[in-house]
């Protein structure tokens, strides 16, 4: 029996409605697979919370998560209670950084029965391998001068050591995939660190010859994203750019709502942590109708994360069969609402039960 | 009669074959108006240039540029002959800059006749104004030790100036239009300079109280280029934000090749820039099938520049009219070359001009 000890941090805003969700799917599958348990803890680490406590979370929070053996988030950020920078840099960037989750991973497809805002989507099927705890979001840098003269200064830290490790976990992936990675870089407009990241990325490539490369500037491969996303397999990116190119990809998947991420820690020292991309979504929180897949997918990622590959391969086989038969919420298209969705899921997890689903752990 | 002194600067690649067509397209306006004369001469500057001179221009490039009434450029960077940095700062930039063209102004709405990438493109009808002289785009910054341990820290920095002059821009062009300018901002990932970039559009706004005003990450931004487009009219944005958003309103138009910009000089001194959103285009080279439509529109929004507006309307007409009859070129899924989209454009302006061109020069 495998006992997975899980901190949950439903967070803001929807993340409220869709952790929830996905965790009883979780639920749902250890009742299937008896071979695999999870103990879930929750933690009310919110706007809200800072707007009682002065703090998005308690001092010894990081503290308290460390021994869990990951995270489930939902999503951070409530404009009208607490400044993003804030509330972002207090919980959700905190913890990628001090839990040394470097690497975000963001898969982006087309899920069989949501349509993509694109006329031609093809069969793109890519991974965004963001650098995750450097590059452009920093806090190094501050202000001078008030009024007119007032200048801000924004540091952007490129280490080596970050830039390589990014890129070598972009090969590994590739090299089990299609064999290319793409490069998102913007040395022709961003002066020191973008030739360093070439450079880098040159340096790193010898040491995959198998693995076929090219670099684009973010303006030109946002745009291919757009025009033609099926060209790429890997693409590995800095903080920055990571983030835009992933609220991309779920845009031509058809929905913010159903893209899913991983923030991994490789050492081995700290909890990996699991949020979707989507955010907080203040526009549809109470109205019941969240997209729960984002986060489902999620949790798909966190079961590939514990070995459970055929767990999670099960998972969004079932997740796709639902979306495939019409269980859409508004986002994509459907009338349905969170839980009409999440329970179709579950129960059709169940139903595959019965063909039996195999651990491999 | 007036006579406009025009610089070309072709540049690289299909800069060479979209600047003649561009400019065959406005002397037959030329002919065609009698009040207007352009005098068009010629710069060879480029990456070609660079190796046979060691510099992308002559020392005293600028000064030689400083008395045109405008720069009509093509396309910089080849690669294969010069990094993109040196070249990129060596001319592009470099003029962007010392000629204080602090503002580029980029439309974007689809043409008749070119199919949009997107499944329902709406009618979407946008300006972005990006910022164009600071923020992310800077050379402060450099590298410290070599090896694994080695760093690359880059600033980026907003000047209050700067920043409430780009955004000032966006109000005024909005108060033309349909009242609404959005804010492209990542405060809650960039620490320092997007928080300010927050504040002074807070405060800017204040002035504008019949302008309604919505401010979007710029991840979440990316993703409505392709999902809304149609809820933006003007979009007011950082040098490197400018830059992803107007390459994404480019490939939603249908393509690259057919997006205008204009480099503006807002103080009058020193000459502004008709450069449009496309690159060098590498791939295509040599083929006479680079759509010269960017580079014609460029041409349109010199002419509004100059007070034609009349004329730049006429142009755009034109160019509608050829489009909407399938003069395509290969990138907007047609057959045509450069010089025959070119060719029927301007017999299209001879035979308006027989139903009669006015100006208002
Ligand atoms: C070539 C490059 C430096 C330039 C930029 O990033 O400004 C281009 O992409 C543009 O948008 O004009
Ligand atoms: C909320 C924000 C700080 C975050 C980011 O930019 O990393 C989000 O957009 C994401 O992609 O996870």
Known sequence: MKTLKIANIPGDGIGKEVVPA???????????????????????????????????????????????????????????????????????IKIRREFEQVINIRPAKVLDGVRSPLLNPKDFDLI?????????????????????????IQNAIFSRKGTERAMRFAFELAAKRRKRVTSATKSNGIYYSMPFWDNVFEDVSKDYPEISTDSQHIDALSAFFVTHPERFDVIVASNLFGDILTDLGAAIMG???????????????????????????????????????????????????????????????????????????????????????????????KAVDKKGITSEG
């Open 22 to 92: 996905a965790t009883d799917v979780l639920k749902a599958i250890s009742d299937i697979h008896g071979g695999l348990k999870f103990e879930f803890t929750n933690f009310p680490w919110s706007c809200e919370y800072y707007l009682e406590h002065g703090e998005m979370m308690p001092e010894d929070g990081l503290e308290r998560l460390k021994d869990f053996d990951s995270i489930f988030l939902g999503a951070v950020g409530n404009l009208k209670l607490v400044p993003d920078h804030i509330s972002l840099w207090g919980l959700l």
């Open 255 to 349: 929905s913010v709502g159903i893209a899913p991420a991983a923030n991994i820690n490789v050492n081995g020292k700290y909890p990996s942590m699991f949020e979707p991309v989507h955010g907080s979504a203040p526009d549809i929180v109470g109205k019941g109708i969240a997209n729960p897949i984002g986060q489902i997918w999620t949790a798909k990622m966190m079961l590939d994360h514990f070995g459970e590959e055929e767990l999670g391969s099960t998972l969004l086989d079932v997740v796709e069969s639902v979306t495939r038969d019409g269980f859409l919420t508004p986002d994509i298209g459907g009338k349905h609402t969170t839980k009409e969705v999440t329970d179709e899921i579950i129960n059709r997890l």
């Open 128 to 152: 965004v391998v963001r650098e995750n705890s450097e590059g452009e979001y920093s806090s190094v840098g501050g202000k001078i001068y008030q009024g007119e003269d007032e200048i801000a």
